[in-house]
C-alpha cells in the first residue's frame, strides 16, 4: 500500500486560509468516507482534528474543516494562527481493511 | 474518559525482541479496532500493525512475520511483539482505537543500535 500523497510544507499569514491536500486512489481516498486529519506538534503525539472526511472531533475548532472530491482529500484551516503551526497528516482507511497515512504536511504560519 | 498510555519501550540490539504495551481505559480493547502505528525520527507516521473487535490481526509489510499484535480481555491492554528487530524499526510508537484513531497514547521510544 503506497503512502498517499501530501505537499510537504504551505504556509500562510495568520488570518489567511490555507488548504492541505490529500491524494490517492479508488481503492483508499476515493472509495471510502473513512478519511481523517490529524495535527502534530513537535513532540507530542498527534490529534484527531478531522473524521470521515468532514467530521470535527469534539473541542477542535470550526476553523478546520474538510472535504473530499475523487480520489484527493483536502483539509482547510481558515483564520489562521500561530498555533496552527504544526504537522498534518491525513489516512485513509484501504480496501484491504487496514490503513494508510500521508507522508505529512508541514504548516508555517509566516 | 478514553485514555492509552504506552510502555515497554528501550533500546535493544539488532536481532533482540521487545514487548510494548498499551493500557487502556474509558472504553473495551477488545470491542474496538486498536492499532500500533510508528513515527521515525524526523518522519511520518506509518501504521504498523491492526487488531479487529473479532480478533483477526493485520500488518504492515514491512514487519509482516517479525511483529505480533494481541490484546487482554482480562487487563484491557493491547501489546505488540516484536521480534527481529532492525536499525530501521527505531520509532516512537503509538497505541490508538478505530480507522479514524480518535485517542492516542504518548508513545514508547524504541530504539535499535548496537
Known amino acids: 500500500q503506497s503512502a498517499l500523497t501530501q505537499p510537504a510544507s504551505v504556509s500562510g499569514s495568520p488570518g489567511q486560509s490555507i488548504t492541505i491536500s490529500c491524494t490517492g486512489t479508488s481503492s483508499d481516498v476515493g472509495g471510502y468516507k473513512y478519511v481523517s486529519w490529524y495535527q502534530q506538534h513537535p513532540g507530542k503525539a498527534p490529534k484527531l482534528m478531522i473524521y470521515e472526511v468532514s467530521n470535527r472531533p469534539s473541542g477542535v475548532s470550526n476553523r478546520f474543516s474538510g472535504s473530499k472530491s475523487g480520489n484527493t482529500a483536502s483539509l482547510t484551516i481558515s483564520g489562521l494562527q500561530a498555533e496552527d503551526e504544526a504537522d498534518y497528516y491525513c489516512?485513509?482507511?484501504?480496501?484491504?481493511?487496514?490503513?494508510?497515512f500521508g507522508g505529512g504536511t508541514k504548516l508555517t504560519v509566516l | 474518559e478514553v485514555q492509552l498510555v504506552e510502555s515497554g519501550g528501550g533500546l535493544v540490539q539488532p536481532g533482540g525482541s521487545l514487548r510494548l504495551s498499551c493500557a487502556a481505559s474509558?472504553?473495551?480493547?477488545?470491542?474496538?479496532?486498536m492499532f500500533w502505528v510508528r513515527q521515525a525520527p524526523g518522519k511520518g507516521l506509518e501504521w504498523v500493525s491492526l487488531i479487529y473487535p473479532g480478533g483477526g490481526t493485520d500488518h504492515a509489510d514491512s514487519v509482516k512475520g517479525r511483529f505480533t499484535i494481541s490484546r487482554d480481555s482480562s487487563t484491557n491492554t493491547l501489546y505488540l511483539q516484536m521480534s527481529s528487530l532492525r536499525v530501521e524499526d527505531t520509532a516512537v510508537y503509538y497505541c490508538?482505537?478505530?480507522?479514524?484513531?480518535?485517542?492516542w497514547g504518548q508513545g514508547t521510544l524504541v530504539t535499535v543500535s548496537s
Open positions: 490508538s482505537r478505530e480507522f479514524y484513531l480518535d485517542s
Open positions: 489516512s485513509s482507511y484501504t480496501s484491504s481493511s487496514t490503513l494508510v
Open positions: 474509558g472504553f473495551t480493547v477488545s470491542s474496538s479496532y
